[in-house]
């Protein structure tokens, strides 16, 4: 299994390398260069089936040569044993056609960490191969920082650096990320928001000679091993709802366009999914380009669904080199237009597009008439990232079964979860002593010189 770039100039690489390499050497991300299919049966055979297994199954023809069998499947089952769950993505019914899928028992209480905990172990292993040691920097609006720290605190061959937007995220999200008490794990609280401390991440890959200086490798959802694990649980969910003999859709509470691509990649695979629905809060430039094609950054506005405050979804370059037909010289023009502020998707590639992918927005109001409204109805007390999901997703119900993804545990983000409901909801009692921990972070200038010259510090210490 080969992997290629969106932007069609950077070199083939194997599974395992361009897990190591994040973003591709020509700007674009890697890709599969065909997608292995599932037959009916294969996927019949899911029913029943242990979430590891299936994980095995799903992820298992991506890999090539990187691990053996025993290997991966010993990876799998160590990335899991953390979660507080049995069935680790569980589905609870909201209404007769409408499920939530809860990805938010890991660790840290994200979906994140079901693509993180598995690719910390990937890297160790991988790592622990060829004796190398690598730096990996990350940008984040608070869960994927949390989600990597948790994986890779502690690793003897891995430092982890981890930018967030200073001031922007949850305080269970910061604690979350500047508590961990390993000497290899850094928080950075940059001056800029979300879009910055990403185009830092994105300027370090493009400096070759600091790139190639301190082993760089990057975590965040360009990385294609990430992506990988999120495929999983659509399998797994659409599964225990009678998938392949009936299709199912799915609505994701979407940023950065990394989860919903991996139920892209799912439908590819040959899992009957009939919509995806991309669901958005008032940064809703995903939703604004499956309507009317445009493409246009106008700046972030800060939520309470911070997870989704992003303007420029990487992502979604995935789904255009499809919707292009794999054509990496239109991806890098369009690119190319989107640093100087958006570009229009031709009249094919968004035909194509609409194929796929829905699209519904959920304002600031909503989101909190939605977490007030099915903890009336149901008992379900939503985070406002999925609260957004509910929302959409209860607007595109109709005869096909509708999953909704609930990407946070809802003590993630309490002040909005209070101020729909009154009551604060609860951390789960393995992480009741968090804010009695000490922080530990550095406060830094959105300023690439900055950044470099401190992540060379630490790591000659
Ligand atoms: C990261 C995140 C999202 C957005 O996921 P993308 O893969 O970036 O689209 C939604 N909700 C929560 C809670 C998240 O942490």
Known sequence: MNYISTRGTAPVLSFGEAMMTGLARDGGLYVPQSVPQLSFDQIAAFAGLSYEEIAFRVMRPFLGETFTDDEFRGLIDKAYAGFGHAARAPLVQLAPNHFLLELFHGPTLAFKDFAMQLIGQMMQAALAKTGERITIVGATSGDTGSAAMEAFRGLSNVDLFIMYPHGRVSDVQRRQMTTPVEANVHALAVDGDFDDCQARVKDMFNDFAFRDGVRLAGVN????????????????????????????????????????????????????????????????ILHRVLSSGDYKTDGVKPSISPSMDIQVSSNFERALFDAYGRDGGAIAQLMDELRSGGFSVSQGALQSLRETFASGRCSE?????????????????????????????????????????????????????????????????????LFDRPERMTRIANDLPAIQALIRERIAQ
Request: glycine share 8%; charged share 15%; proline share 8%.
């Open 365 to 433: 109001e909503e989101t909190i008439a939605t977490i007030r409204a099915e903890f009336a109805r149901t008992g379900e007390v939503l985070c406002p990232h999925s609260a957004v999901g509910v929302k959409v997703g209860n607007d595109h119900l109709g005869s096909t079964p509708m999953i909704t993804l609930a990407t946070a545990h809802p003590a993630k983000f309490p002040d909005a979860v209070e101020s729909a409901m009154g009551t604060r909801p609860a951390l789960p009692p393995r992480m009741a002593d």
């Open 221 to 284: 959802s360009i990385n294609w091993a990430r992506v990988l694990a999120q495929v999983v649980y659509y399998f797994s969910s659409a599964v225990s709802l009678g998938a392949p003999h009936r299709a199912v859709s799915f609505t994701v509470p979407t940023g950065n366009f990394g989860d919903i691509f991996a139920g892209y990649i799912a439908r590819k695979m040959g899992l009957p999914i009939e919509k995806l629905v991309i669901a958005t809060n008032h940064n809703d």
